[in-house]
């Protein structure tokens, strides 16, 4: 969850005074990114829901349909806290289950379906193969006979 990384950033960037529409659009981003987020943690078999739910919690308070409207100081320390969260939600190996047992399962299942492919594959040049050899010597038995 990486991409989690874009909206801590633009959280931190909210800090500096910028104008009205760069909050705008900051709402937009961090709200957007993190309920796709919380999205993905509760679509997987992830037995830690809570992130799932403290993303869901900034999405509200950076909802930019219906916004919050707080202070400048109280805006700054939501947005230290949001970035703080987001970069260990993104550094953190348990939020999805994307556990080694799962990559490995489907390496093999890959492998397997390779080696199926290329056994029938050899399978089929062989086929052609003799087909091709069969069809040039009778070429050449219908050449012989045509030539007396």
Not at 92 to 109: C, Q, T
């Given at each position: 969850m990486k991409y989690l990384l874009v909206p801590a950033g633009v959280a931190l960037a909210a800090i500096l005074?910028?104008?009205?529409?760069?909050?705008?659009?900051?709402?937009?981003?961090?709200?957007?990114?993190?309920?796709?987020?919380?999205?993905e943690i509760f679509q997987s078999k992830n037995i830690e829901k809570v992130k799932g739910?403290?993303?869901?919690?900034?999405?509200?308070?950076?909802?930019?349909?219906i916004p919050l409207?707080?202070?400048?100081?109280?805006?700054?320390?939501?947005?230290?806290?949001v970035a703080g969260f987001l970069i260990w939600v993104s550094f953190d190996p348990r939020v999805l289950d994307?556990?080694?047992?799962?990559?490995?399962?489907?390496?093999?299942?890959?492998?397997?379906?390779?080696?199926?492919?290329?056994k029938n594959g050899d399978g089929f040049a062989r086929r052609l193969l003799m087909s091709s050899i069969v069809t040039l010597v009778a070429?050449?038995?219908?050449?012989?006979?045509?030539?007396?």
């Amino acid at each position: 969850m990486k991409y989690l990384l874009v909206p801590a950033g633009v959280a931190l960037a909210a800090i500096l005074p910028l104008p009205i529409d760069a909050y705008h659009l900051v709402r937009w981003i961090v709200a957007g990114v993190c309920a796709f987020g919380a999205y993905e943690i509760f679509q997987s078999k992830n037995i830690e829901k809570v992130k799932g739910a403290i993303l869901l919690v900034i999405v509200f308070v950076f909802n930019p349909l219906i916004p919050l409207y707080l202070t400048r100081g109280t805006w700054v320390i939501i947005d230290i806290v949001v970035a703080g969260f987001l970069i260990w939600v993104s550094f953190d190996p348990r939020v999805l289950d994307n556990s080694e047992g799962e990559v490995d399962k489907l390496k093999l299942k890959a492998t397997e379906t390779i080696e199926k492919i290329e056994k029938n594959g050899d399978g089929f040049a062989r086929r052609l193969l003799m087909s091709s050899i069969v069809t040039l010597v009778a070429i050449g038995i219908v050449i012989l006979v045509m030539e007396k």
